[in-house]
């Protein structure tokens, strides 16, 4: 939290001084470029020299706090092209392959798998089923638990109609945020664990919310993840976790601007070196039902500007990938791959 920022007056003064008029996440240097020159008081401004009073904590950053981060977002890409820039992030054709047969080689994934599939309810396979995905069960039971809202699963929700358009088409009604943040939160480090196990390894997945503090002059603010990648011998942080209950396109623009946030943070508070996607942090987020995957680049010159005050043209760009529906099989099985993936590229250095 930004000093001064501790009570609700504070905070509501924070949101009005940092606010930007037509605010939107820029999706490239361009866009950060006509957002900055949108405020003519933030020409000699940057993270460092910028007002205690403008700034909150992560979860609830002001526009100007994040501008100020030189942050950027492109347009979220289709999990069906992660494949064609997976090297970019030091994902081998055979760190993907020994992924897959990890995965498959897993008598309890496939039936996580298979019952994704067949959408049956995992209430209704018992123990002693040929069917029960085992340690995957617990995955199964989070998952179909953040779909259910007031007893009404997802599945059954879409055939629930509020009328036809005028051209005849079925208006489905928009899905409820979940109950409650704990679900779709413990349910992805669940996920991420379980898949995680299937290679022998020195990392672990952790519930911890992993606390941040990042200081610029007089000015500070904090960040809490709900979540981490470290590692069992050193304790150092490789991959990120952030949960929300609701779906991303609600309140998108708050949950970008969280998410570089923690991203800043994990930077103030560790090296670049440990930045092993090639200078990229993994960030895994699951928005209600959704997951998705953002490789955060950590450039030298960015690093520099975030400690120093140097000046600098570089930029923390946002990369992300998604939604995996943690509902279909195909989409799960692929990003169980890069989540195993993940560990195989990491776990020599941890």
């Not at 700034?55 to 950027?72: F, G, H, K, P």
């Not at 991959?239 to 998410?259: F, G, S, Y």
Request: proline share 3%; net charge negative; charged share 20%.
């Amino acid at each position: 939290m930004a000093t001064g920022q501790g009570q609700p007056q504070g905070r509501a003064s924070a949101a009005q001084d940092g606010r930007i008029k037509d605010f939107f996440i820029p999706a490239d240097a361009q866009d950060w470029n006509t957002l900055f020159k949108s405020r003519a008081d933030l020409k000699s401004m940057n993270i460092h020299n910028l007002p205690a009073e403008w700034v909150a904590s992560a979860s609830e950053a002001t526009n100007v706090q994040y501008l100020m981060l030189r942050s950027y977002s492109p347009t979220i890409s289709r999990i069906n092209t992660f494949r064609k820039n997976c090297h970019q992030f030091g994902f081998t054709t055979e760190v993907l392959e020994r992924a897959a047969d990890l995965l498959a080689a897993s008598t309890e994934w496939q039936r996580y798998l298979y019952l994704l599939h067949t959408g049956d309810s995992i209430d209704d396979i018992p123990v002693t089923s040929n069917r029960w995905p085992g340690s995957f069960s617990t995955v199964a039971r989070l998952q179909q638990q953040t779909m259910t809202v007031e007893g009404i699963h997802d599945r059954a929700r879409t055939q629930l109609t509020a009328g036809e358009t005028r051209t005849g088409r079925r208006r489905v009604l928009p899905l409820p945020d979940a109950e409650d943040e704990a679900s779709p939160n413990a349910a992805a480090l669940i996920l991420l664990q379980t898949v995680s196990h299937l290679a022998h390894s020195q990392l672990e997945w952790i519930l911890n919310r992993v606390h941040f503090i990042c200081q610029f002059g007089t000015m500070r603010f904090t960040a809490f993840t709900d979540g981490a990648l470290r590692s069992k011998q050193t304790r150092g942080v490789f991959a990120l976790v952030e949960a929300k209950k609701r779906l991303r396109t609600v309140h998108h623009e708050a949950i970008l601007m969280q998410e570089a946030c923690e991203v800043v943070g994990w930077v103030m508070n560790n090296s670049r070196e440990m930045a092993r996607f090639k200078e990229h942090l993994l960030l895994i987020s699951q928005d209600r039902h959704e997951l998705f995957i953002t490789f955060a680049s950590i450039e030298e010159a960015y690093e520099r500007h975030l400690r120093n005050a140097t000046d600098t043209d570089s930029f923390l760009v946002m990369k992300t990938y998604g939604p995996y529906d943690t509902g279909s099989c195909e989409e799960m099985n692929e990003f169980g791959q890069i989540i195993l993936g993940s560990i195989l590229i990491v776990n020599p250095v941890a």
